[in-house]
C-alpha cells in the first residue's frame, strides 16, 4: 500500500497533532474491547499481510482481544498498515509509525521493512520480547493506549544484516522478529557464495593440462589460487559467471574471489601487479573489475581477506563490485580498532575507494564452539566502527551451530545490527532476567567476571582459533573455574523447580563445564583423585545437557559432541590405567616447534591432548617425530601406544607410519613393531581426527625406547597448503 499525502507528512502530522488533539492518548483495546481495525490496502502484498497477521496475533496475546483485519477503504477507527511512498529522507529501509487524529500508522519503505515496523512497534511501545524461537516476553494487559503524540521514524545504517547463527537461519519468523536475514547470502546466485576460484577453475578438470592458470609459487604451479593475468583464466571464469546468472537469474550477486588459503600466484606478470599496487589485492581487483564491466547489472563480491585485505594503492574497484572486507586476524578480547589497528587502516582505506562495502566479522572461536569466549562488550564497538566507515552490509560469522551462551550472542548481535547507538548493557540484563529469569544475577556475575579477568591479561590474545587450555594462566585459571561452577551451581538451585529454565542454565554452564574438563586433561590423574565433582560426571552431565539441546558439533571442522565424549571415556580409562613411562626423562632426536614449550617431557607428563593442537601436543613441522624415553632401568613391556593428532585444514596430519625400537644401552636399537597408518591422508580424510598407533605383543625386556613417526614432510598437491611444510602432533605414550 502506497501511502502519501498529508497523513504522512512530516510537517503538517506536528501541525495536525497540535491542533486537532482532543486527548492525551488513544485508547486500542479496552475492557476486553476494540473500536480499531487492522486495516491493508486492497492489494496488499504477502510480506505486508503477514505484517497485520502478525499485530493482530500479538495484541490478542497482550490483551486477548482479537483486531479483525480489513482491506481497502474502511469506515471508523483503524491501524493502518503498508508501505509508504519513498522519498528522499523515506528509504527503502525506513520504517515509521504514530498516531494522527486518533487514527494509528505503521508503515515501511518496502513491504520487508513494514513488517519490521511491526515488530520495532510492539517491542518500542509495547514491551514485547523475542529471545529466542521458542522463548518470547509478552506482556498481558487489559488496556493499551498510545500517546496522541507518538511518532517514531527510523532508517537503520546496515541495510543487510547476518548473524550466522542456526536460530535465524532454521526459524526465518524468528529472523523476521530481530530484523536479520533467514540466510547467510542473500542475493548470491547459488554455488557462487565466497572461495569461488576452485569452482570456476577446478584443478581436476584443467591442472594437469594447464598447470599454467594456477599460482606460481617458488618456481612450481600448484592449483592453490589462480594465475590472474592468464587470459584463459579470465574467458573460464567470465564464462562460467554467465553460465550460472543465466541459470539463477533472479539472482543479485556472485562472488568471484580467491579460494581460502594464502598461495597466491607469485608469476613475474602478477608480480608486477603487486609491486605497482604495493599489495596483492591488485591482481585481484585488476582481474575482477574485468569481470564486473561484463555484468554490469550484476554486483561482483569478491574478498578482501588475508593477503587481499590491504587494498591497491592505484587501482579502484568498479561500482558494481562489493568488497567483503575480513576481520578474520583480530584479538577479540577487546575492540577492533584497539588491537586490531591494521584492520581499521584497511576498512578506512577501502572506504576511500568504495562506497560498496561488505564487512566480514567473527565472534565465535571456530575450534570449540563451546569454549568460554568473552567477547561480548567488542560487539557493539565494532560495529560502531563499521558504521562509522559506511558498512551498509554486515555479516556477523558466528558459530552456526550452538557455542558460549548461544541464545544471548545471538540476540544481542542482532540488536546491535539493528541499532549501534542501543546501550548493549541494557539489551544483556533484558535478554538473561528475561532468559534465565531468576537464574540471571548470577549468569550476569560469570559474565562479567569472565570479561574482567581477561581485560586484565593485556597480552592475551583471544584468536578465533585458539584452544581453552591458553587461558588456564589467565581467564580460565583453576580458582576462577572453580567461582565460574558455584555460580552455575547457585543459577541452577535458583530455577531448581522450573525445568525449562533449568535446562536454559545447563546449556549456558556447558561452556564451564567444557573449560572444567580440558583443564583437567593436564592432570588427569590429580582430577580423578581430587575433584569434589567426578569428572566422569561432569563428562555424563555435558554428554545428557548437549544431547537435550540438540547440540551435535564441537568445532567447525565436523568434529562432533559424540565422538568427543567417546575420545574422552578413553582418555579417562588410559589415565586409570599404570603407565611405565609416566614422568620419565626424554630426549627428541628431531626439534619441535612452538607447540607445548617444545617440552620433550609432554611425552610422558599425564596431560593429555584433545582435538586442538595447542594443549599437550608436541608438535614437529617438516620433520619427523624421533624420541627416545628413558624407563630407567630393564622393564618388561608389552605393549606400547602413542596418540597422533589430524586437523588437515591446518597441515597436520597423521604420520605416514610410526616405529618402536628398543635398547639396552641407548646406542644399539633393534625393531619392536611398525605400524602403519590406517587412515592414510586422500582429500576426503576426516578433517579433526585423533588415532592411537599402538603395538601389542609378546613381551620384551629392555630400557630404552625409541619412536620414530614419518612426517609427510610437504602438503600434497590436492591440499591448499600444497608444498607448504606439514606437522606431525604426538602426545602421551603409554607403556606397559
Given at each position: ?405 548461544f541464545e544471548l550472542r545471538s540476540y544481542l548481535t542482532a540488536q546491535l545490527l ?314 602421551e605414550v603409554e607403556v606397559r
Amino acid at each position: 500500500m502506497k501511502l502519501s499525502g498529508i497523513f504522512f507528512t512530516i510537517g503538517l502530522l506536528v501541525i495536525t497533532l497540535l491542533t486537532c488533539q482532543t486527548s492525551s492518548s488513544v485508547t486500542l483495546i479496552r475492557s476486553g474491547q476494540s473500536e480499531y481495525l487492522i486495516n491493508l490496502d486492497k492489494d496488499a502484498t504477502e510480506l505486508e499481510t503477514q505484517a497485520a497477521q502478525v499485530l493482530q496475533d500479538y495484541l490478542q496475546q497482550i490483551s486477548g482481544v482479537r483486531i479483525d483485519i480489513t482491506k481497502g477503504e474502511t469506515k471508523g477507527k483503524v491501524i493502518r498498515i503498508g508501505q509508504a511512498e519513498q522519498s528522499k529522507d523515506f528509504q527503502e529501509s525506513t520504517i515509521s509509525y504514530g498516531v494522527l487524529d486518533g487514527q494509528v500508522f505503521i508503515q515501511g519503505g518496502s513491504p520487508k521493512s513494514t513488517l519490521e515496523a511491526v515488530y520495532t512497534f510492539l517491542e518500542r511501545e509495547l514491551n514485547c520480547r523475542f529471545y529466542s524461537p521458542d522463548v518470547e516476553g509478552i506482556p498481558s494487559k487489559g488496556r493499551i493506549e498510545l500517546s496522541n503524540s507518538l511518532q517514531f521514524e527510523y532508517t537503520p545504517a546496515v541495510t543487510t544484516r547476518t548473524v550466522h547463527s542456526r536460530l535465524f537461519y532454521e526459524n526465518p519468523e524468528f529472523a523476521n522478529k530481530l530484523r536479520v536475514t533467514t540466510e547467510a547470502f542473500p542475493g548470491y546466485a547459488p554455488g557462487a557464495r565466497v572461495h569461488t576460484f576452485h569452482r570456476f577453475v577446478p584443478a581436476e578438470v584443467y591442472y594437469d593440462q594447464h598447470p599454467e592458470y594456477y599460482a606460481l609459487r617458488n618456481g612450481k604451479r600448484i592449483p592453490t589460487q589462480l594465475c590472474l593475468t592468464n587470459e584463459s583464466v579470465f574467458e573460464i571464469v567470465r564464462d562460467t559467471v554467465a553460465a550460472l546468472l543465466t541459470r539463477h537469474p533472479d539472482a543479485g550477486v556472485i562472488s568471484v574471489s580467491q579460494d581460502d588459503n594464502t598461495q597466491y600466484c607469485q608469476c613475474p606478470k602478477c608480480e608486477a601487479i603487486h609491486a605497482r599496487e604495493e599489495a596483492p589485492s591488485g591482481s585481484m581487483i585488476q582481474f575482477v573489475n574485468q569481470i564486473a564491466r561484463e555484468f554490469s547489472d550484476k554486483q561482483i563480491s569478491t574478498l578482501a581477506y588475508q593477503y587481499t585485505r590491504k587494498a591497491p594503492k592505484n587501482l579502484k574497484p568498479e561500482p558494481n563490485i562489493l568488497i567483503t572486507l575480513c576481520s578474520i586476524e583480530c584479538d577479540r578480547s577487546a575492540p577492533i580498532e584497539d588491537n586490531c589497528q591494521d584492520f581499521t587502516a584497511d576498512l578506512i582505506a577501502w572506504g576511500e575507494k568504495t562506497d560498496n562495502i561488505r564487512i566480514w566479522d567473527y565472534t565465535t572461536q571456530f575450534t570449540n564452539f563451546l569454549a568460554p569466549f568473552p567477547n561480548l562488550l567488542t560487539l557493539h564497538p565494532n560495529i560502531e566502527l563499521f558504521v562509522e566507515n559506511n558498512a551498509k552490509w554486515i555479516f556477523e560469522q558466528h558459530s552456526n551451530q550452538p557455542s558460549e551462551l548461544f541464545e544471548l550472542r545471538s540476540y544481542l548481535t542482532a540488536q546491535l545490527l539493528w541499532d549501534p547507538t542501543v546501550n548493549p548493557e541494557d539489551i544483556m540484563d533484558d535478554f538473561l532476567e528475561g532468559y534465565y529469569q531468576e537464574a540471571a544475577p548470577f549468569v550476569k556475575d560469570y559474565i562479567e567476571t569472565v570479561h574482567e579477568e581477561i581485560a586484565q591479561d593485556s597480552s592475551f590474545f583471544l584468536f578465533l582459533y585458539g584452544d581453552p587450555s591458553q587461558g588456564f594462566h589467565s581467564f580460565l585459571r583453576e580458582e576462577l573455574l572453580v567461582y565460574y561452577d558455584s555460580l552455575y551451581n547457585e543459577a541452577t538451585e535458583a530455577v531448581k523447580e522450573q525445568p525449562e529454565v533449568r535446562q536454559r542454565v545447563q546449556e549456558a554452564r556447558l561452556s564451564v563445564d567444557y573449560a572444567i574438563l580440558e583443564h583437567a586433561k593436564t592432570n588427569l590423574q590429580q582430577a580423578l583423585e581430587q575433584s569434589s565433582f567426578p569428572i566422569a560426571e561432569r563428562l555424563k552431565r555435558f554428554k545428557e545437557t548437549t544431547a537435550r539441546a540438540n547440540i551435535t558439533a564441537m568445532n567447525e571442522m565436523r568434529y562432533t559432541v559424540e565422538e568427543y565424549i567417546h575420545l574422552y571415556q578413553q582418555t579417562l580409562q588410559r589415565a586409570t590405567q599404570p603407565n611405565l613411562a609416566s614422568a620419565k626423562p626424554v630426549s627428541l632426536l628431531e626439534k619441535p616447534k612452538k607447540y607445548a614449550n617444545e617440552d620433550p617431557l609432554a611425552l610422558t607428563d599425564g596431560a593429555f591432548g584433545g582435538s586442538n593442537f595447542y594443549a599437550n601436543w608436541l608438535g614437529f613441522e617438516g620433520n619427523d617425530l624421533a624420541a627416545v624415553i628413558d624407563l630407567g632401568q630393564p622393564t618388561e613391556v608389552k605393549e606400547i601406544s602413542a596418540a597422533f593428532l589430524q586437523v588437515t585444514n591446518h597441515i597436520v596430519f597423521f604420520p605416514k607410519e610410526v616405529q618402536y625400537l628398543a635398547s639396552d644401552d641407548g646406542e644399539t636399537y633393534r625393531p619392536i613393531a611398525l605400524i602403519q597408518n590406517q587412515r592414510p591422508l586422500h582429500p576426503k580424510s576426516k578433517i579433526n581426527d585423533i588415532q592411537y598407533f599402538t603395538h601389542t605383543g609378546t613381551p620384551q625386556t629392555f630400557r630404552y625406547l625409541k619412536i620414530i613417526g614419518l612426517n609427510h614432510k610437504i602438503a600434497p598437491v590436492w591440499h591448499h597448503a600444497a608444498d607448504l611444510p606439514s606437522w606431525v602432533f604426538v602426545d602421551e605414550v603409554e607403556v606397559r
